[in-house]
């Protein structure tokens, strides 16, 4: 009989064994049938078979066979990352030998546990993972998370006056300089510049500027 190579955790393979006329398998365990020449193993862990073999005059003999089982890998991705666009994330897999990623836009690599992804858009990634021959996958998501329109309306007045300048667009807002403000933070400010002066808003939507 001819060892067979090494399974997956799940899969079957084909024993075939010759030199008698009659034969007998054991244990049971995984095997589709215990007799005849032919059998199919779908052991859930490496097991050795016996098989005896018996000729017409009733001599007998036994030889064995060891049917390996390999684990399927559980490969996870880290982390599940919100990017402003133009920024890039690095994710990392985990859990098994090697790892082949798809699809290629916007990564450092295809292969590694470790790459770089600088999508234009919301992408999904997938990565297989292969450990002594067997294979899983695992996804990863990179979003793309809104950059935010910042829009203030600009004000006229006259000199000693003060205005009040708000801001749209944004979850916080950080104004500069902050010298002729009531404040450098907050939606709305007091301006009471001495003469024309352009202020700046940065306004921040989860995490984006």
Request: charged residues 0%; neutral net charge; proline residues 7%.
């Amino acid at each position: 009989i001819t060892t067979p190579a090494p399974i997956c955790a799940g899969q079957s393979t084909t024993l075939t064994v010759n030199g008698a006329n009659t034969y007998s398998w054991s244990p049971a365990t995984g095997l589709n049938t215990t007799i005849g020449p032919t059998v199919i193993a779908n052991p859930t862990s490496t097991t050795t078979y016996t098989v005896t073999g018996t000729d017409n005059n009733s001599c007998s003999s036994t030889t064995q066979v060891t049917v390996t089982v390999n684990p399927i890998p559980i490969v996870a991705v880290t982390p599940n990352p919100t990017i402003c666009i133009g920024q890039n994330t690095t994710i990392t897999a985990s859990g098994a030998s090697t790892y082949t990623w798809s699809p290629a836009i916007s990564l450092s690599a295809t292969t590694g546990a470790t790459v770089i992804a600088n999508p234009g858009s919301t992408t999904t990634y997938t990565v297989t993972g292969n450990s002594l021959g067997c294979t899983a996958t695992a996804q990863v998501t990179v979003i793309i998370a809104s950059q935010p329109n910042i829009t203030v309306v600009p004000a006229t007045i006259c000199t000693g006056q003060s205005a009040t300048l708000t801001a749209s667009g944004a979850n916080t807002y950080t104004w500069s300089p902050s010298a002729t403000l009531s404040s450098s933070t907050g939606t709305s400010v007091s301006a009471n510049p001495v003469s024309t002066t352009t202020y700046t808003v940065v306004g921040d939507l989860n995490g984006c500027t």
